[in-house]
């Protein structure tokens, strides 16, 4: 069974910066490419950014400069360091397949507040 935690999230001031991790088990993770998303209020989820098992990365463009996408496979965990952030960026932010792969089960996701 595949298990998703996500952490890191938290209030931060706008310009701010905040690391989150995912841990992933159940999966062979060394080989999937890990995923993160976000889900604003009152919006739907949508893809942030993607990282290959051997850490080739890709992000939604609105996103590239501020957000980087690395991944631990020795600890089967994939980070999302987000810099300069900004109100807009407020969401609860979550790991998963990438959209183009079957997810798994979403887990609880963590929520990070921006303010303004």
């Known amino acids: 069974q595949v298990q998703l935690v996500e952490s890191g999230g938290g209030l931060v001031q706008a310009g701010g910066s905040l690391s989150l991790s995912c841990a992933a088990s159940g999966i062979i993770f060394s080989i999937n490419p890990m995923a993160w998303y976000r889900q604003a209020p009152g919006k739907q989820r949508e893809w942030v950014a993607t990282i290959t098992g051997i850490g080739i990365t890709n992000y939604v463009d609105s996103l590239k400069g501020r957000f980087t996408i690395s991944r631990d496979n020795a600890k089967n965990t994939v980070t999302l360091q987000m810099n300069s952030l900004k109100p807009e960026d407020t969401a609860v932010y979550y790991c998963?397949?990438?959209?183009?792969?079957?997810?798994?089960?979403w887990g609880q996701g963590t929520q990070v507040i921006v303010s303004s």
């Open positions: 998963n397949a990438p959209p183009n792969r079957q997810y798994w089960t």
